[in-house]
C-alpha cells in the first residue's frame, strides 16, 4: 500500500502491524520515521524546506529587503507532522541571525480563509513585520492577500509547496517571494 500520512506518530503503530503481516508499505510525503520495515520513503525533508526558508529570509534581511527584523510564522494547527517539522526547521534556522519570531499563529482550520484572518492579526499586532513564513500555500495565499490588500509589499513572504497559486503569486507580484523545498 502507498500512504500519505498526516500525523506519523498516530500511524505508526498501525502500519507496523500491516507490514509485518507481509504487507509491503510505500511512505510518501512526509515519512514515519520510527517505521523500520516500510519499503521506502518518498517526499520532502520538511525540517530543511523549513531550513531553506528561513536562509532565504536571512538572506534578504543582510540584503536591506525587510521593514524590520520582526518575523512572523504562519503555520498548521499542531499535530501535522510535516508542517510542524517545516516550522521547527525555520525557527532553528534564524536561530543565532538577527531575524526574531515575533508572532506564531496557527489558522484554526488551515485554510486560506483562516490565514487571511490570522494574517490580519499579525499585522494588526506587529506594523512593523518584516516578513512571515507560510508553512504551506493553503495557508500563503489567503496571507498573500491580505498583504496586497494592505499595501505591505515590502513584507517577505516565503512558503513551501511551489502550488500553482502560489507560484502564480510569486510571478505577478501577488504577496508571496519566494518557495522553499527540502532535499
Known sequence: IVVVPNNAAALTSGLQQIAAQGTKVLIMDQDVPKMDNKVAFVGTDNKA??????????????????????????????????????????????????????????????DSADARSAMADMLTAHPKLGGVFSVCDIIATGAARVLVAKGKDAVAHVSVDASKQGVDAILNHKGIDAEAHGH
Not at 526558508?53 to 534581511?61: H, N, P, R, V
Request: one cysteine or more; hydrophobic letters at 45%.
Open 49 to 110: 524546506a523549513g531550513k531553506v526558508a528561513a536562509d532565504w529570509m536571512i538572506e534578504q534581511a543582510k540584503a536591506g529587503k525587510l521593514p524590520s527584523n520582526e518575523v512572523g510564522i504562519l503555520r498548521s494547527p499542531p499535530g501535522i507532522t510535516s508542517t510542524d517539522d517545516r516550522a521547527a526547521g525555520f525557527k532553528a534556522a534564524l536561530a543565532g541571525s538577527d531575524l526574531k519570531v515575533v508572532s506564531e499563529l496557527a489558522p484554526a482550520c488551515n
